[in-house]
């Protein structure tokens, strides 16, 4: 049997796949665009979710202005396939990461890079020193998430201030994720809890600027709180990724008017009880992080992992559903930016044939 080809109907494919149904992704990523149409902010979409070039300039082609990436190597990636105003949300530590780092800046100048100590910045600046390279960075600042970032206030002035003092590196903006709040399912808790994150976040930045720091770039926002974020007055930039294709998580919080644009095939494997059938999207097709995925289109059939390879619908006898040995059903993740990093390609499809496959190039890219 040949590879699946474009023009092919997706019958032709085996399972799992991984489906990426184009007219639900086109209205998605439409959908969210307008809504920042002629607004001073740029939206800088996180590639951590699509992990691939091919959908980084779709996004830039639909008015999204950079990118940004978790990690080095997912820069590295991107880099490679032509996309080069890159911000890396995630601090870059150690040695083997700055030579990496310092090769890459070479190529692509315009990648740019957060700090949140002063030891570390140190570190970065001493691997540029030795090669001429200037590094332009942001000051990551901790808005309540607890992860990184340095505290909003005295800290951040205090590391802007140390860094003014490291030559390869130019300090344009802080960064402030307030990723705890992306998917509060109280609308009107999520703005409260957002507003005062981004009242730090704003309120530094002037601190930094009445000191004298050039603070052009302040970005943040997810999927959940990047309208907040954007109306919010002082925010220039943010930074959401999973709009694309939502899924069954961020759909219950952004709401209807969007689609769930992937999906995971599988198929009936056996039925050997009443009221259960075993099909082969397990823990290695299907990430459980945020819970189970559920069925796309039979919403009273319930999903649940059963191993690695295996995952299990159970339904109640009143339901009366009939499904039989090789039947065939989409999954939608609870969870996209894990589940995709399990797949190696994108099969997008237009109806029923397959219009485009994109490689997953950065799946497993997490240095
Ligand atoms: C720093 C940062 N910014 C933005 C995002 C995008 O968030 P979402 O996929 O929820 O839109 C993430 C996601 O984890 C993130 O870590």
């Not at 699509?50 to 190597?73: N, Q, T, Y």
């Amino acid at each position: 049997m040949t590879a699946p080809r474009v023009g092919d109907p997706l019958s032709r494919l085996d399972t799992p796949s991984m489906l990426v149904d184009l007219r639900a992704m086109e209205r998605n990523i439409a959908r969210f665009m307008r809504r920042f149409h002629g607004s001073s902010v740029r939206v800088r979409p996180h590639a951590k979710t699509v992990k691939s070039p091919v959908l980084a300039r779709l996004l830039i082609d639909a008015g999204a202005r950079g990118m940004c990436v978790a990690k080095l190597s997912e820069a590295e990636v991107l880099a490679e396939g032509g996309i080069d105003d890159l911000l890396i949300t995630t601090e870059i530590v150690g040695e083997r990461k700055l030579e990496r780092l310092v090769r890459l800046l070479a190529a692509h100048p315009e990648v740019k890079l957060v700090i949140d100590d002063a030891g570390a910045a140190s570190a970065l600046n001493a691997a540029l020193r030795r090669t001429q390279l200037t590094a332009t960075v942001l000051i990551d600042v901790d808005v309540g998430q607890r992860r990184t970032g340095v505290l909003p206030g005295a800290p951040a002035l205090a590391l802007a201030r140390h860094s003014a003092g490291l030559e390869s590196l130019k300090l344009v903006g802080l960064q402030g994720y307030e990723g705890h709040l992306q998917q509060l399912a109280d609308a009107n808790d999520r703005e409260a809890r957002c507003r005062a994150a981004l009242g730090l976040l704003v309120d530094t930045a002037q601190q930094l600027r009445d000191a004298g720091f050039a603070i052009d770039i302040v970005t943040t926002g997810g999927t959940g709180t990047a309208e907040i974020c954007a109306q919010h007055p002082g925010i220039t930039e943010i930074q959401p990724g999973s709009f694309v294709f939502m899924d069954s998580t961020y759909r219950k919080i952004v709401g209807a008017e969007y689609d769930c644009a992937l999906t995971i095939s599988s198929t009936v494997l056996s039925r050997p009880r009443a009221c259960e059938a075993v099909i082969d999207a397990g823990l290695k097709s299907l990430s459980t992080d945020s819970g189970f995925a559920e069925p796309k289109t039979q919403p009273r059939l319930r999903y649940r992992p059963a191993g690695d390879e295996h995952g299990i619908l159970s339904w109640d006898p009143a339901d009366g559903i009939e499904l039989a040995i090789g039947d065939r059903l989409e999954l939608i993740p609870s969870h996209i930016d894990t589940t995709i990093n399990l797949h190696d390609v994108y099969y997008a499809h237009r109806d029923d044939r397959i219009e485009a496959i994109w490689p997953v190039s950065a799946r497993g890219r997490v240095q």
